[in-house]
DNA sequence: ACAGATTTTGAAAGCGCTGTCAAGACTTGA
DNA sequence: TCAAGTCTTGACAGCGCTTTCAAAATCTGT
């Protein structure tokens, strides 16, 4: 292992004390131009990096952002953390992240790691550790949250909602009128909001609320396919189909393929997120886009400025309608599926 | 924001001296269970949290393991990131990541990122940063790297040549004879092993390798499905494709679909990763399994045993053909595919 | 050329923790 | 009961950097 190389070996090297090297290192002070090259040079020629952490001592900040997401391998996160990571290029910030799981207890321990490594701000994506928790580290580091709302803290989120209301609207307007939804787990706020635009719109067609087409799930593919199969086996009725993610639409469409029903044209799906694949998804699938990486992104910008005591009014990122192929038009209006249970 | 607390504000409360309570919070040494209760307590009562950037201050280490990837949001990443993050739980370390984007400047920078935050180990994710550099950090902290092969690195790496073998193997043993190949970045060593795999294969089966049947893609989906159009308009007559990953089969199975030619009836599609998303697809792909999560996992118990000095010989992780939906019998020895150029 | 104002510079005291060392507290056995 | 041995404990010197403070150097204007 290499001999370490401090601030006062550069300072012996190139004749001046530690102070001035720190000085010319931070721009903290003018320094006399000869010393200043002197320094540089003897850098240059030790190699010398920087002790972040006894930087980072010494100045009771760590650089570090702490990332709570769910699931670091999921696409939805991914999105996000790649938003975080732009934001913090060529900033002296770097992101360290930990997985919540959808776990109190794993985010809560995540938590914990975070905070004891001293991160000096925090953005947390969605999850449902209680508020008072995150309130209560507000008083020690910037925290920005995503995906949920709480008073008291600054919040990102979409309106999720009105995505569903406009997945669903969409699928209305092609004529549908049996339209099944696969909702997320209701113990998260942005599944019932889901839940909630989509019997907006129904309300709005004058069409009645059927629970009997309504199946929860997981977000997950599993409970997508899962979801389908329950539909068909208590013999609902439907001619379309509005997904709360697309991770559970792309479930929900091999189950429809596994019974040799088209999409789209037995049955129109229409997913939430827009997640990457889902353009070179079989057929490529009209979703509500998410913007995922732009609420990374604004999160972490907010939480820089909030650093450096700036103002900054992040643009709150909106969803959006993107049509592709996996809703058509209803055949005819007498088009109807029968299915007996299996 | 909150004041700080301190070890010796611990060591106070509990009447004790500062030594004797880090004694009892690392355990390094025999503390009377008076004293070790009286400071147990005195940690609750003050909700002290120890600052881990004097602890690595003062240790020399960070506890920190520098991560590099190329793309935090890809789901091949994603997976051994995960891999990674599983790892390191239940240790002390804490995994901190940064992505190459597949370009050598970047990779660079990222490398620099890491080693000036005291990383106490690196993991490197493919990546093409010269072999020197890496061998150069080596001295510095253990290294692993998965996915190349560097005389005098521990590497972790899958048998690529072999997993194609068996891709085009399995498309060979339904009866294909025509089986075009989606290739992968000729820079990348796996992509080249990928393809030597396939004419192996070939090889085997007495079948000349035509160039003409195959196509080089960037590892992306929309290349995947560039590279069918390229197929079709150059009029090459094939009844499998198989792709060098599935993010490019993934758009070459949209290219088919919409020229009207069905999968796996028409043409059979084997990919390579066997991301997440793949067994959801629809078809569902054939694909070759690549454990993304074991080498990360892998990767992370090594560079941690080096750490400790421990010896530890990772089982090296091997692909798998994982036959599902996208793959079948050739219909007829004598159906064919014609094409005009568009 | 000199007093006074203004910079530039270095010494030194931390930041919060660990780990060595030697002193203090207990044991033990005769 | 006392010397020798064994544990437990606290003082203290760092770890590598920042930052205050005051001394040294430089610059004014006359």
New interface residues.
């Given amino acids: ?2 001999e370490i190389v401090t601030l006062s070996d550069v300072a012996r090297e190139a004749g001046v004390s530690p102070s001035t090297v720190s000085r010319v290192i931070n721009g903290t002070a003018k320094v006399a131009s000869r010393k200043r090259e002197a320094v540089l040079k003897a850098i240059e020629r030790l190699n010398y ?6 930087k ?2 010494a100045q009771g900040r ?1 650089l570090t952002i702490g990332v709570i997401s769910q ?5 939805y996160y ?2 996000m ?2 938003g975080v ?1 732009q934001a913090l290029e060529g900033t002296p910030y ?6 919540g799981h959808w776990r109190v207890d794993r985010e809560e321990a995540a938590l ?2 975070l ?4 991160v000096d701000a925090l953005v947390v994506m969605d999850g449902s550790v209680p508020q008072e928790r995150l309130l209560e580290l507000v ?3 910037p925290v920005v949250v995503v995906g949920r709302e709480i008073q008291g803290l600054s919040c990102l989120s979409v309106d999720n909602a009105q995505g569903a209301f406009d997945a669903t609207r969409h699928l209305l307007e092609l004529g549908h009128r049996r339209i099944a939804h696969i909702a997320g787990p209701q113990s998260h706020p942005d599944a019932i909001e889901r839940l909630k635009g989509y019997r907006r719109a129904l309300g709005e067609a004058d069409i009645p609320f059927e629970p009997a087409l309504v199946v929860e799930g997981d977000y997950l ?1 599993p409970s ?2 899962l979801a389908v199969e329950a539909l068909l086996a208590r013999g609902a009725l439907f001619t379309a189909i509005f997904a709360a993610n697309d ?1 559970m639409a ?2 929900a ?2 189950a429809l ?1 596994r019974r040799g029903i088209r ?1 789209p044209n037995d049955v129109s799906i229409v997913g939430f997120d827009d997640l ?2 889902s ?6 699938l009209t979703s509500i886009h998410q913007p995922g990486q732009e609420l990374g992104w604004e999160a972490t910008r907010l939480v820089l400025a909030r650093l450096e005591n700036r103002e900054y009014t992040p643009i709150s990122p909106s969803t959006r309608l993107v049509v592709r192929e996996s809703t058509a038009l209803l055949r005819s209006p007498a088009t109807r599926l029968m299915h007996q249970p299996t």
């Fill in positions: 292992m290499r990096r920087p002790n972040i952490m006894a980072g001592l760590s699931e670091i391998s999921s696409p991914g999105e953390l790649k990571e770097h992101p360290i992240f930990a997985s914990r790691v905070v004891g490594r001293q008083n020690l580091m593919e997508g396919l991770q792309y479930g469409n091999v393929y999409v990457p694949s353009s070179y998804f079989t057929p490529p």
